[in-house]
C-alpha cells in the first residue's frame, strides 16, 4: 500500500474519528471553564471540528462504495439493504450536523446588548446583517412567582428599518425576536438606580449607576460608591438576597475617603443620605433594563436537515432485520469479497 493510501486510510478510520472525538470533548471541557464566552470561534476547536468533518465524510464515501459494489453488483440488490441504507443515512446525518456546525464556528456571529425603556439600538453595527435594521424597546415587564423569584420577564420592542416601523414583537424566554436571519433571545435583566447629588454651586446632579458605579461629591474628597441595589430587601438575609419583587426596595452604598472605607448603607428611595458636610445623595428610583442575547446561525438549516436524516437512519437500521451470515446460507460466497472489504475502511479500522 502506497503511502497515499496509508494516510487515507488513516484519515478515513472510525478509530481517527474517535479520537477526535474524544480531543474534542477534552478541550471543549477545559474551554468552557477557561474561556466559556469565546472559546468556541477560536482555531483550535475549528480545525478539531473540520478534522472531524473530514473523517466523516471520508468514512461516508468509503461505505457507500462498499454498499454499491457488494449490494449492486451484477444488477441485482443482496437482501438486508434497508439497513444498509439506513446506516449512510445515519452516517450522513452527522456530517450534516457536523456540517451546520462548522458553518456556525466559521460565520455564526453571537452578541450580548442592554437596553432601558425608549433606547434604540442599531442590529447592524453589533453583526453583519442582510439589511440594516435597529430595535427599540418600547417596554420591560416582568412577571413574579409567589416566592418573590421571575417568573417570566418581556421585551416589548419595534423593529425600525429605514427610519419607519416594520414590526412591534415581544420577546421572552421561550419566544426569540426572528428578523432578516437574526434571533434575538431573551437572556437576563438587570438594575440601573437613578440618584442625584449637590454640586459645587449648589444644583442638583442627576446620575444614572450601575453596580460598581461613583459618585465624586464636589467640595469634599468623599467619594460614594453604588454596591447593589435589592427589590426586597432582608437585613437578616445580608448580601443573600433571594426575592426581586420590589416589596421594600434598598440601595446598598459604601463610602469612601482616600481610598478608605468610612462605611456602608442601606437607603430607602428618596432618603437624603447626607455624606459630608453640606453633601448629600438620594437614590431616588431604578430603570430596569434588558439584556438580549442577538445571534445569526447560517449554518441552522443544514444541521436541522442533519438531524431529520440521522432519525430517519437510525429508524430504517432499528427496524431493519439484521442480515444472517454466509454460513448461514443466506448470502452466496462472492470470490471478490476480499477485494470489497479493502474499501469498508470505517469498519476494518
Known amino acids: 500500500m502506497t503511502n497515499i493510501k496509508k494516510v487515507y486510510r488513516s484519515v478515513s478510520s472510525m478509530k481517527t474519528g474517535l479520537l477526535l472525538l474524544v480531543l474534542i470533548a477534552l478541550v471543549s471541557t ?12 477560536t482555531i483550535v476547536f475549528k480545525i478539531l471540528l473540520m478534522l472531524l468533518l473530514l473523517n466523516m465524510t ?17 444488477g441485482h440488490a443482496r437482501q438486508g439493504w434497508p439497513r444498509q ?19 456556525y464556528a466559521y460565520c455564526g456571529q453571537s452578541e450580548q446588548i442592554s ?41 416589548n420592542v419595534t423593529i425600525l428599518e429605514d427610519g419607519q416601523n416594520k414590526a412591534t414583537e ?59 441595589y435589592f427589590p426586597n430587601f432582608d437585613p437578616s438575609k445580608g448580601m443573600n438576597q433571594t426575592s426581586m419583587k420590589p416589596d421594600n426596595p434598598r ?44 445571534k445569526s446561525d447560517p449554518g441552522l438549516p443544514i444541521a436541522l436537515a442533519g438531524g431529520l436524516t440521522f432519525m430517519i437512519g437510525v429508524s430504517m437500521t432499528l427496524l431493519s432485520k439484521p442480515v444472517k451470515r454466509k454460513e448461514d446460507g443466506l448470502l452466496e460466497e462472492d470470490p471478490d469479497d476480499k477485494k470489497l472489504e479493502e474499501w469498508d475502511l470505517c469498519l476494518d479500522s
Open 30 to 41: 477545559l474551554g468552557s471553564v477557561v474561556q466559556p464566552d469565546v472559546f468556541f470561534n
Open 58 to 74: 471520508l468514512c461516508t464515501i468509503n461505505r457507500l462504495i462498499w454498499f454499491k459494489r457488494v449490494y449492486f453488483k451484477g
Open 85 to 103: 441504507v439506513g446506516l449512510l443515512l445515519l452516517h450522513a446525518g452527522i456530517i450534516l450536523i457536523l456540517a451546520g456546525g462548522t458553518v
Open 115 to 155: 437596553i432601558t425603556t425608549g433606547d434604540t439600538v442599531d442590529i447592524s453595527e453589533i453583526l453583519k446583517t442582510k439589511k440594516p435594521f435597529s430595535i427599540l424597546l418600547n417596554n420591560f415587564k416582568i412577571e413574579f412567582n409567589d416566592n418573590g423569584s421571575p417568573s417570566q420577564y418581556y421585551s
Open 170 to 228: 415581544s420577546i421572552n424566554v421561550n419566544h426569540p425576536l426572528k428578523y432578516n436571519g437574526i434571533k434575538a433571545y431573551q437572556q437576563s435583566f438587570g438594575y440601573m438606580v437613578k440618584a442625584k447629588h449637590s454640586s459645587a454651586d449648589g444644583k442638583e446632579i442627576e446620575t444614572l449607576l450601575q453596580e460598581g458605579n461613583l459618585i465624586e461629591l464636589p467640595g469634599t474628597k468623599r467619594v460614594v460608591k453604588l454596591y447593589r
Open 251 to 294: 440601595v446598598i452604598y459604601s463610602v469612601y475617603e482616600n481610598d478608605k472605607l468610612l462605611g456602608v448603607g442601606a437607603a430607602r428611595f428618596d432618603d437624603k443620605v447626607e455624606i459630608d458636610t453640606d453633601a448629600y445623595v438620594v437614590f431616588t428610583g431604578v430603570e430596569p433594563y434588558t439584556v438580549l442575547k442577538v
